[in-house]
């Protein structure tokens, strides 16, 4: 059973949210938030798989609040999915940084919203490659507020670096497996020693790790 913390501070789509994934056996909708720090305090307190959270909150907004959890180690476990209605806004990289797993739509289908809980739940990245892509070229490209540490990739054998681009490609771990000839779990592997050695909390992060080190070029 998946459990989902929704936050939003628009009752009538938190009521939304919760009626599509209510529907679905597999999930449970655990509680809603109205803002920020809410959610903040609710994830901790109920420790969800997936918190569904509005980029624009009162109080606290989207970004801040992601941060938060992902700075407390009781929470590793809570994939947090931004929800905006823009899908490239100028946020999303922030909330990416901040350690969120991805983002999805409000606007989304619903068969959609259904995959992307257990694609987040499973702890992939919501990013596919065509989103990837438009969301590199427009945000990673441009100066990061603080560039990565001096050699913070330079633990990483060959091998993890070339699975790191093809994450940030948008590669799950079945492509990247057919894509170097080795086995899905092989290819796991290499993907959790990396998100290790450079302490990322999720494959997001190695996007944003991928991109902002030079290891991939936007529109290459």
């Known amino acids: 059973m998946i459990r989902v913390l929704l936050a939003d501070d628009q009752a009538l789509i938190r009521a939304g949210f919760r009626a599509l994934l209510e529907a679905e056996e597999s999930v449970e909708v655990v509680g809603e938030a109205a803002d920020g720090r809410q959610a903040v305090a609710m994830a901790a307190e109920l420790v969800p798989d997936v918190l569904l959270l509005d980029i624009q909150m009162p109080v606290m907004d989207g970004i801040e609040a992601t941060r938060r959890i992902a700075a407390d180690p009781r929470l590793s476990g809570v994939h947090v999915v931004i929800l905006t209605n823009f899908g490239l806004d100028e946020y999303v990289l922030d909330a990416l940084r901040a350690g969120a797993a991805g983002f999805l739509l409000k606007d ?4 959609d919203l259904l ?4 694609v987040a739940a499973r702890g992939d990245a919501l990013l596919s490659p065509g989103i990837t892509r438009r969301l590199i070229d427009q945000y990673v490209a441009r100066p990061a507020p603080s560039s990565p540490p001096p050699g913070r990739g330079a633990a990483l054998t060959e091998r993890e670096r070339e699975v790191v681009a093809l994450v940030a490609r948008g590669l799950s771990n079945e ?3 057919a894509h170097l000839v080795v086995s899905p779990f092989t290819a796991k592997t290499h993907v959790s020693r990396a998100m290790t050695k450079l302490g990322a ?17 936007p529109g290459r």
């Open 175 to 177: 492509e990247i497996a």
């Open 115 to 118: 995959h992307g809980v257990h």
């Open 108 to 111: 989304t289908d619903p068969a």
């Open 201 to 217: 909390r999720d494959r997001a992060q190695l996007v944003v790790f991928a991109y902002e080190s030079g290891l991939v070029t």
